[in-house]
């Protein structure tokens, strides 16, 4: 092993540490607003609450049992379309469903319910950051009790992406020291890619996201240049008002109602070191990269998942320690 390797390895290793002396608290901004909906909304009604506060996702609360009834997430609605796509007569009664029935959901189109994990505010960072990796939750929610009620509360969620975030801001002289390439290193998936073209219509691109178990399709043209990203979220503005029936729609429809604020996709080049795509993290609303040649062609993807595990566990002996 070179100066290279050793240089990496300890930036690494200071990540880790970092990792290790900061709470999930920390990562909160100062002030901050939480959306939590009851589990007896309709989901209709919950779609609109997400898009009108420019949210992807919300905790959920059981106000019969005063509990914590796990997070609604782009995953739950792209449940609801399958339920739909297997049993269109329903969809009278879909527009009926609540929060609460999407378990029933889950049952009904036989995938098996997401473990909801949760964390303790408290606990260091690094422990959220491997309970994510073991689970592949993109999101995790802190979970404290009121001390005087003993009752849970859901204090925030936490995100992949907010945590990178924290990871990029800071700990540049760290982050300096990660000089590997994209290619050297393996990062991302560069074979099997899951693609689809601009005619493709959205719910051909939803199966090939709940088939490969991904949040995102790269959208290309015959010489398989990159046009876009169709991502989980997308889907959202797609169902608003219960137009199940508009999901037949192409991907260049349904992309161009997104929203204003949309923040746009990241590219990178595998021959791009591991410490400029953290400036990027830094600096933008990355929430994975596509990583393409310099004509602009689909090589591979590179998601945050991929980023963290790599930061977390490269040359860690102790692959599977336990939470
Ligand atoms: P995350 O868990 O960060 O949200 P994804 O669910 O998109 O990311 O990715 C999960 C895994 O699948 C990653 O290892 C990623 O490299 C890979 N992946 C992501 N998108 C695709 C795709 N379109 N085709 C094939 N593999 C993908």
Redesign the pocket.
């Known amino acids: 092993s070179g100066p290279l390797d050793k240089e990496q390895m300890q930036g690494l290793r200071g990540v880790r540490e970092f990792l290790k002396v900061r709470t999930s608290y920390d990562v909160l901004p100062l002030s901050f607003r939480l959306v939590v909906l009851d589990n007896n909304l309709l989901i209709r009604k919950s779609l609109n609450i997400l898009i009108q506060n420019g949210i992807v996702s919300a905790p959920l609360w059981d106000s019969k049992n005063s509990t914590f009834a796990g997070l609604l997430t782009s995953t739950d609605f792209i449940n609801v379309i399958q339920y739909y796509c297997q049993y269109p007569d329903e969809i009278g009664n879909i527009d009926q469903f609540r929060l609460c029935s999407l378990r029933d959901i889950e049952r009904a189109i036989g995938v098996l319910p997401l473990e909801t994990v949760s964390v303790h505010p408290m606990r260091p960072l690094y422990e959220a950051c491997r309970r994510m990796l073991k689970t592949?939750a993109?999101r995790i929610p802190l979970v404290d009790r009121d001390d005087e009620t003993g009752r849970e509360m859901v204090v925030s969620v936490i995100t992949?992406y907010r945590i990178l975030k924290f990871i990029a801001v800071n700990n540049e002289q760290y982050t300096m020291l990660l000089k590997k390439a994209v290619r050297e290193l393996g990062l991302?998936?560069y074979k099997?890619?899951?693609?689809a073209t601009m005619g493709s219509s959205v719910l051909d691109v939803i199966h090939l996201m709940v088939k490969?178990?991904?949040?995102?399709?790269?959208i290309i043209d015959k010489n398989n240049k990159v046009l876009n990203l169709f991502e989980a979220v997308d889907v959202i503005p797609c169902i608003k008002g219960g137009a199940y029936d508009e999901l037949s729609a192409t991907v260049g429809e349904a992309l161009s109602r997104r929203a204003e604020e949309f923040g746009g996709i990241y590219t990178c080049n595998e021959d791009d070191r591991l410490d400029a795509i953290f400036d990027t993290i830094r600096k933008s609303r990355v929430h994975?990269l596509i990583v393409v040649d310099d004509d602009n062609r689909l090589k591979g993807?590179?998601?945050?998942?991929?980023i963290l595990k790599y930061v977390l566990l490269y040359g860690e002996e102790d692959d599977d320690i336990e939470y």
């Open positions: 592949r993109r992949q991302g998936t099997d890619l899951a693609t490969y178990n991904i949040s995102a399709v790269p994975r993807i590179i998601s945050l998942s991929d």
